[in-house]
């Protein structure tokens, strides 16, 4: 049974830092993505690694955020400097389905951030 564990959120002011975590059990992945949701809105692409081991950040968070890995581990990490009020949402660790899981994708129970000003 797969499961992804996010962990490390919390509260903290404006220009602060935190580093999320997500312990992935079950299987393991070569795609791996972060997403984020405030409190009325769609959930949102935030980070993430391709099957090729690239990475990819939304705009609003280059140069802020580095989503990192440890395949020993089997673990995904974000870690988020500068941190802004309008960061505040709850982040969800995803695998995008793959070739045995299709149409199957896994999603974390996610991590509250909030982002005082």
């Known amino acids: 049974q797969v499961q992804l564990v996010e962990s490390g959120g919390g509260l903290v002011h404006t220009g602060e830092s935190l580093r999320l975590s997500c312990t992935i059990s079950?299987?393991?992945?070569?795609?791996m993505n972060w997403y984020r949701q405030a409190q009325g809105k769609e959930r949102m692409y935030v980070a993430g690694f391709n099957s090729d081991g690239e990475t990819s950040y939304a705009d609003s968070v280059k140069g802020r955020f580095t989503i990192s890995r440890d395949t020993v581990k089997n673990t995904l990490s974000l870690q988020m400097d500068n941190l802004k009020p309008e960061d505040t949402a709850v982040y969800y660790c995803?695998?995008?389905?793959?070739?045995?899981?299709?149409?199957?994708?896994?999603w974390g129970q996610g991590t509250q951030v909030t982002v005082s000003s």
């Open positions: 079950g299987s393991t992945f070569d795609a």
């Open positions: 995803h695998a995008p389905p793959t070739a045995t899981s299709w149409p199957l994708d896994y």
